[in-house]
């Protein structure tokens, strides 16, 4: 990795533009099909922009928040294990503080969803996902 910085150090500091820009297209990711091809398949190339690009269609398309709002507040194997602890009598000091960490669990999944359907009013707007750029020699210009 040093030895291409280095390269490239010295085509930038010393070749003509057309030349950088050959040599831009031979040594970055996408000029090696093979390369690009092994990075797309283990998700290297894609882990930033999916992600964010299917979360802002989902919330663009009002899927997402919908989902969350129908989601139940509390799971049902919370709801049995409530009751468990309700029906125990004799309750040790461990169960209790179980049960309190589930209870901040819960309340933390309520503020994240809370966050995420945007109606926390600190929350600061979502910056929009934006797509790979082509590489610097693809761009046509008109």
């Known amino acids: 990795m040093t030895l291409l910085m280095n390269k490239a150090f010295i085509i930038a500091s010393t070749a003509t533009?057309?030349?950088?820009?050959?040599?831009?297209?031979?040594?970055?990711?996408?000029?090696?099909?093979?390369?690009?091809?092994?990075?797309?398949?283990?998700?290297?190339?894609?882990?930033?922009?999916?992600?964010?690009?299917?979360?802002?269609?989902?919330?663009?398309?009002?899927?997402?928040s919908s989902v969350i709002q129908s989601a139940p507040t509390t799971l049902s194997r919370d709801k049995f294990l409530a009751s468990v602890d309700s029906s125990n009598s004799s309750r040790t000091v461990a169960s209790e503080s179980m049960q309190s960490?589930?209870?901040?669990?819960?309340?933390?999944?309520?503020?994240?969803?809370?966050?995420?359907?945007?109606?926390?009013?600190?929350?600061?707007?979502?910056e929009a996902a934006v797509p790979p750029l082509s590489p610097p020699g693809l761009l046509v210009e008109a």
Do not use: C
């Open 101 to 126: 960490r589930k209870t901040i669990k819960s309340r933390e999944n309520q503020a994240t969803a809370r966050k995420v359907l945007g109606l926390e009013t600190t929350v600061v707007s979502h």
């Open 17 to 64: 533009e057309e030349e950088m820009r050959n040599w831009y297209r031979e040594h970055v990711v996408w000029g090696d099909k093979d390369l690009k091809l092994k990075l797309l398949r283990k998700s290297i190339l894609t882990r930033i922009y999916s992600p964010m690009a299917i979360i802002q269609g989902l919330r663009e398309s009002g899927v997402f």
